[in-house]
């Protein structure tokens, strides 16, 4: 089921990328394995997928320490608070929901004493529902220049949360214009790299996302099933 599951998300993947002119491989599949248990993560990894998200820090560090799942590049993506930031900094690849300078000094403090970089993506809200995370659009450019002077806090781009729907095209806007920020973000002198991520797209409209320029898609449902309620 689950190899089912994986081979037809990568080859929508890749066919939504084709339709619109991209190279597939600019896309990363992120398997998103909140609420399953490490023996599903460990049978996904033998189809060599190793990118893998995670919401919940209790959750994350437990897993994390379940043997078999070493080689696996852990991502965060739920919130996170200040105080939390502690229990990943020694093991974290790449924070996606990242709304506040006080985390990024909390990151760039840790993992400096560490030696460690971590990848930090910058959530912004596209939707402007107010119960929904991230910061908003027209303050992207002050948060990039000055979370941009911390030297083991990578900025590597920007992450959102479409509206739910069970019509994808309902959350396109959303993602176009998470797109658009990244170019205006570009016009104000952010630097490439810093910028060179667009982590958008979920089970319900990952292909959209694609179409729009994702290069992360975060895949939870549509990969391991419907998951359990907490
Ligand atoms: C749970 C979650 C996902 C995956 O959602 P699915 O609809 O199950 O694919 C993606 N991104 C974030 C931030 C999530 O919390």
């Known amino acids: 089921m689950i190899q089912k599951n994986i081979r037809d998300i990568r080859s929508r993947i890749g066919n939504s990328a084709v339709r619109v002119g991209r190279d597939p491989s600019e896309v990363t599949l992120i398997a998103v394995s ?3 248990d490490s023996n599903v993560i460990k049978q996904v990894l033998t189809y060599d997928q190793f990118d893998f998200g995670e919401s919940y820090v209790q959750e994350l560090i437990k897993k994390r320490q379940d043997p078999g799942l070493e ?19 020694d093991f974290i690849s790449v924070i996606h929901s990242v709304e506040n300078l006080k985390v990024c000094e909390e990151i760039e403090k ?7 970089l971590i990848e930090v993506l910058v959530e912004i809200n596209t939707t402007g529902e107010h119960q929904k995370h991230g ?7 002050a948060f990039f220049r000055e979370a941009g002077i911390f030297d083991h806090v990578l900025l590597r781009g920007l992450m959102t949360m ?32 810093q910028v ?23 895949i939870g449902s549509s990969l391991f099933g419907e998951r359990p309620a907490r």
């Open 110 to 116: 840790r993992a400096s004493r560490i030696g460690r």
């Open 162 to 193: 479409a509206p739910f729907a069970d019509n994808p095209e309902i959350a396109r806007p959303s993602f176009r214009m998470l797109a658009g920020l990244r170019r205006d973000l570009l016009d104000q002198g952010v630097p490439e790299i």
């Open 34 to 36: 909140k609420t399953f």
């Open 135 to 141: 910061i908003r659009p027209l303050e992207a450019g």
């Open 71 to 89: 080689r696996v590049k852990w991502h965060f993506i739920g919130p996170l608070q200040r105080n939390k930031v502690k229990y990943l900094i």
């Open 196 to 218: 060179q991520h667009l982590s958008m797209g979920m089970s319900n409209d990952f292909e959209v996302a694609v179409e729009e320029g994702a290069t992360m898609v975060r």
